[in-house]
């Protein structure tokens, strides 16, 4: 039979029951109730105050105190006298407790040769007394108005540890304190400057914030508050700094620089100062948490604008002409000058760094910066009234700088490689300025290119509401075209060291609109105008009729040339009339909508992009190519577009690119019918034809290595669909 202190219950709690865990240890006594009689009243019997599990965790972490002061081992048992109560091993945390483990120990004999037998009853583990604790929370804001010169702004918010809703639990409040504060200013400082600014407008902006979160508990250990975590003998400013997330942000803008345009100045010209404007901006982040030692981020903004628009401008060289039939050659007129142009070129220079607290040796740093060059394009022409231009364009290009990577104990000695990964260490060690002049050399040749894209927009109004008779009639032509050149990534994708090679896309669509407005041409003609008006002729009542014979019977001056007039005048169509010709206006408008819609996509396209996204010597894709127009690439052609720039290595040479070729057509042909028989009672009548068509093919190199380039267009499939309005009227009475 077992005796008092035999046996022990443990209770391990910890990320594992192996090498991380706390350990409370107990030796039972044994209950001293008769054998068959556990049923008595008295408790104290069966559980017996010795069994009684009563432990307070703050014992643990003090524990975990007191083993790291003395420096024992992690991975060793502490303490090592295998009688206490207490034990700890490795760097568990009451904060991630992922396991409890219940267990029983035989204390008999020291060799454990020796068994023994008995019934344990465990029961009712769970913790009690919460400790809780009163939180502060303030905010204060200040802002300051200084007449036209700007405003500063500052704030802060404090919350500390124990805030939080009346609504919340004692575990969703804060277990930190987190401190914020932010001060920004905006000024115009051209109220600096004498002579009433000089006509300049220099808006400026800077701000200063920062966020400092202190948890309540060391980030490492999670269960120490940063003064036990001292108390064990680590150093206040490297726990305090492992363990706050910080956030802090600078920034200043000037926004928009420029010259402001005299007020007695109305005309606008190209060269003018005040079509110039000025932009810089620089930002930096600083982040930093208990697994990254800093994270900065330096991002460097700069751009010029160029805006010049006017208004009107036309030429009529036949304004002389003032009789209104000959409106079609008088209003004849032309623009000599775009009305806008616009450009504007942004440069913006980002660079962050990266850095791990741990390991300590080698040190985890990271970089990644980035250059980029934006150029963006516009031009709108109003070539006459009814024919209107317009061209966009945006361009991307990267700046390549040398980047360092790799792990070494000094980031410094980290290794150079260029953009394509070719290692250039000896050349940096070498020459001391050869980073900044490989940066300042690509700089110079405006930066690789990694995108292009135009639109181009041509409207074309025809002049029917300039011939007599004809206004009712409305129609428009449209041309729109787009080209897109996009830069592939920087890899190769065969042995000998092929690259990806870029790709190449246009669209074009071209649209007409007519629109007959019967109404306009009905309401030309009078009797129809006032039947489609629904004017009545206006009916005499006999009492009128009676008022204006007594008149003339007192004497009063009649006309009867006027009478008769005035009543022709008043007179309109009958009712009668109205109902039988009404439905005979009953087409009000018809509208006629064509449209069609093209684009080619080519993938592996070889040059590289220059002026208007086209290669030096503007030979690559072709004018025709960036105007819109459709490739042919006919496989029945042996003169076709892919065939016929084999020669001029427009295409990927490689075995391994086999991207799709993608060619689109779709034709909408729609007309609308407006009928209205009877005033407010509409019909509206469509009829809509839509066609597309997608085809795709792979066109690429089948020559072995070393043998005349041979390309060949296989794996050719089309797909589309169809779609027209049928009409089911004749079959309704079948």
Not at 197 to 221: N, R, W
Not at 263 to 280: E, F, Q
Not at 495 to 511: D, F, H, K, M
Request: aromatic share 12%; glycine share 8%; no cysteine.
């Amino acid at each position: 039979q077992v005796k008092n202190g035999e046996a022990s219950v443990f209770i391990r709690l910890g990320d594992d029951s192996e090498s991380n865990y706390y350990e409370y240890k107990v030796p039972l006594t044994v209950s001293t109730a008769p054998s068959g009689q556990m049923s008595t009243n008295d408790k104290s019997i069966i559980w017996p105050d010795e069994n009684f599990i009563d432990l307070a965790l703050e014992e643990l972490t003090n524990l975990k105190i007191e083993r790291n002061q003395a420096g024992h081992p992690f991975t060793q048992l502490y303490p090592v006298d295998p009688d206490a109560k207490i034990h700890i091993i490795g760097n568990p945390s009451l904060a991630y407790v992922r396991e409890i483990e219940v267990g029983l120990t035989n204390s008999s004999d020291i060799d454990g040769m020796k068994d023994i037998k008995g019934k344990v009853w465990i029961n009712e583990l769970r913790v009690a007394g919460f400790k809780e604790q009163a939180g502060y929370a303030a905010t204060a804001r200040l802002q300051m108005q200084m007449a036209d010169l700007g405003e500063l702004n500052f704030a802060t918010t404090y919350t500390g540890e124990g805030w939080g809703g009346l609504d919340q639990k004692l575990e969703q409040r804060n277990q930190f304190a987190q401190l914020d504060y932010d001060a920004s200013t905006s000024l115009e400082l051209s109220k600096l400057l004498p002579a009433g600014g000089m006509g300049l407008t220099i808006p400026f902006f800077a701000q200063y914030s920062k966020s400092v979160k202190s948890p309540k508990f060391e980030a490492y250990s999670e269960d120490l508050t940063f003064d036990e975590a001292v108390a064990g003998g680590a150093d206040r400013k490297d726990v305090e700094s492992r363990s706050q997330e910080t956030s802090t942000i600078k920034t200043l803008n000037f926004t928009n620089v420029k010259k402001a345009k005299s007020k007695d100045k109305k005309t606008s010209y190209p060269w003018d100062i005040s079509n110039l404007s000025a932009s810089y901006a620089y930002t930096q982040t600083k982040i930093t948490d208990p697994i990254i030692e800093e994270d900065k981020i330096t991002e460097h903004t700069g751009g010029i604008d160029y805006n010049y628009s006017r208004k009107g401008g036309h030429i009529k060289p036949f304004s002389f002409i003032k009789n209104k039939k000959l409106k079609l050659i008088s209003e004849f007129n032309f623009n000599l000058i775009p009305n806008s142009l616009t450009f504007g070129t942004t440069l913006n220079r980002k660079k962050s760094i990266r850095t791990y607290r741990l390991p300590d040796t080698p040190i985890f740093t990271f970089d990644d910066q980035r250059f980029i060059w934006e150029r963006r394009y516009g031009l709108n022409w109003d070539l006459t009234k009814a024919l209107k231009f317009t061209y966009k364009a945006n361009a991307s290009a990267v700046v390549d700088e040398l980047r360092q990577v790799g792990v070494k104990t000094n980031p410094a000695d980290r290794d150079w490689v260029t953009e394509s990964g070719e290692d250039v260490t000896t050349e940096v060690g070498d020459n001391p300025n050869f980073v900044s002049e490989y940066r300042n050399r690509n700089l110079r040749d405006l930066g690789r290119s990694k995108n292009y894209n135009h639109n181009i927009t041509a409207t074309y109004t025809l002049p029917f509401k300039l011939i007599p008779g004809m206004d009712w009639i409305n129609a428009k032509a449209d041309y729109r075209a787009g080209y897109q050149w996009e830069g592939g990534a920087l890899i190769t994708i065969d042995e000998i060291g092929t690259p990806l090679g870029n790709s190449i896309s246009n669209n074009q669509a071209r649209s007409g609109n007519v629109t007959f407005s019967f109404d306009k041409l009905y309401s030309k003609v009078p009797y129809f105008k006032a039947i489609d008006k629904g004017k009545a002729g206006r009916k005499r009542t006999g009492r009128s009729r009676r008022k204006s014979k007594s008149k003339d019977s007192l004497g009063a001056v009649g006309n009867d040339k006027k009478d008769k007039k005035k009543k022709k005048e008043d007179s309109g169509p009958s009712k009668i009339e109205r109902i039988l010709i009404r439905p005979l206006l009953a087409l009000r408008d018809i509208k006629f909508s064509y449209k069609e819609d093209l684009s080619t996509f080519l993938p592996g396209f070889m040059p590289q992009s220059n002026l208007l996204g086209m290669s030096s010597g503007f030979s690559a894709p072709g004018w025709e190519f960036i105007g819109g127009l459709q490739p042919n690439i006919d496989t029945k052609d042996p003169n076709n577009y892919l065939l016929s720039n084999v020669a001029n290595n427009y295409f990927n040479p490689s075995q391994n690119f086999s991207d799709e070729i993608v060619q689109t057509r779709r034709h909408n042909f729609d007309v609308k019918i407006g009928v209205e028989p009877f005033k407010d009672f509409d019909i509206d009548v469509n009829f809509r034809k839509d066609y597309q068509e997608t085809h795709t093919e792979v066109f690429k190199n089948k020559s072995d290595p070393g043998e005349d380039i041979q390309f060949i267009q296989n794996a050719g499939y089309d797909f589309g669909s169809y779609e027209s309005t049928y009409s089911g009227l004749s079959t309704l009475f079948k």
